[in-house]
């Protein structure tokens, strides 16, 4: 497992088509590891009809809302959680949350 | 068309989706990589399973704090021990709300939903507008179901991207100390599952 519960990552902001599950608010966006919630075969490849083996890490990766969106109302304590593949999450930058 | 579709018969959607769906369905059947006892079957299985289902697992989870543990810790597990078969979700995850915490939850990509346990998602659910405004402003979806989270209460919006359904433990309503497992399970509704809303008091 590359990420621990409390690690600070980035979601990439990569531009891969297909069947992603990287929803593109997040691209860019700075968070941490909540958890690990297994690992399952890749949607992008399961979806073509391939394998999707090897199986890839699964995480449940928090944001804070002001992070997301500018505009944003509401509390600063307001939080989003997404499930991220590990595969589009890099080490991100500054203190752990 | 074929005639073997009595299903179909009354009550005919008519939008383009039900037309293409219609289309892929006969010919899977002409092609026999369905037969027609399997889509009843099929059919049968989503309208067996209702948000009745989440209602009896919040509902056991109010009276039994050993439950809810196992519903927040293995929801799957949790809802075999009621009969609840939970197939389907590779996984489900049930999180709970607090005096300090509201979920709330959606899917952007799409409209993952538990369906295994609560049937076919609302069709709000799968709207694109719920499914862009839950995350970019959650608070002013739920005012609009008719819910505003108590100040100082966070907010947390989990979005079902990928391989987990997920779905709320709302907080028992005041007042109902006396009320049987049944009676509390009246209280569940769906959009408190979903939770855009909270349960009946």
């Known amino acids: 497992m590359t990420f621990e519960p409390g690690d600070s990552v980035r979601v990439l ?15 860019g966006k700075a968070g941490w590891i909540e958890s690990l919630i297994g690992e399952f075969p890749n949607p992008e490849e399961l979806a073509y009809g391939h394998s999707g083996l090897p ?30 593949y590990e595969h589009w999450l890099e080490p991100g930058e500054g203190e752990s949350a | 068309m ?18 293409r769906i219609r289309a892929i369905e006969a010919l899977l059947l002409d092609k026999g990589v369905l037969t ?15 948000p009745a289902n989440g209602a009896k697992l919040v509902a056991r989870a109010w009276m039994d704090e ?23 979700p590779a996984e489900f995850i049930v999180v709970k709300n607090t005096p300090g915490v509201h979920n709330l939850i959606v899917c952007t990509l799409c409209s993952c939903y538990p369906r295994a346990i609560l049937g076919r998602p609302p069709d709000w659910y799968k709207s694109f507008e719920y499914r862009s405004r839950a995350v970019r402003e959650p608070r002013a979806v739920m005012r609009e179901f008719g819910f505003e989270p108590p100040e100082g209460v966070e907010v947390i919006v989990h979005d079902s991207t990928a391989d987990v359904r997920y779905m709320v433990l709302p907080m028992r309503p005041p007042g109902t100390g006396d009320m049987g497992e049944d009676e509390l399970a009246h209280l569940v509704t769906r959009d408190s599952l979903v939770g855009v809303n909270v349960p009946r008091s």
Request: aromatic letters at 10%; glycine letters at 8%.
């Open chain 1, 13 to 27: 902001p990569s531009e891969k088509p297909g069947h992603v599950r990287t929803p593109g608010y997040l691209k």
């Open chain 1, 55 to 84: 199986e890839r890490p699964l995480y449940k990766v928090g944001f804070r809302q002001a992070d997301l969106w500018d505009d944003y109302e509401g509390p600063a304590e307001d939080y989003l959680y997404a499930d991220v």
């Open chain 2, 2 to 19: 074929s005639g073997h579709h009595q299903h179909e018969e009354a009550g005919r959607a008519t939008s383009p989706y039900a037309a």
């Open chain 2, 36 to 50: 027609e006892p399997e889509v009843q079957d099929s059919i049968t299985y989503m309208e067996t399973r209702s």
């Open chain 2, 66 to 88: 050993g439950f809810e543990g196992l519903l927040l810790s293995d929801a799957k597990a949790a809802a075999l021990q009621l009969g609840i078969d939970p197939e389907h």
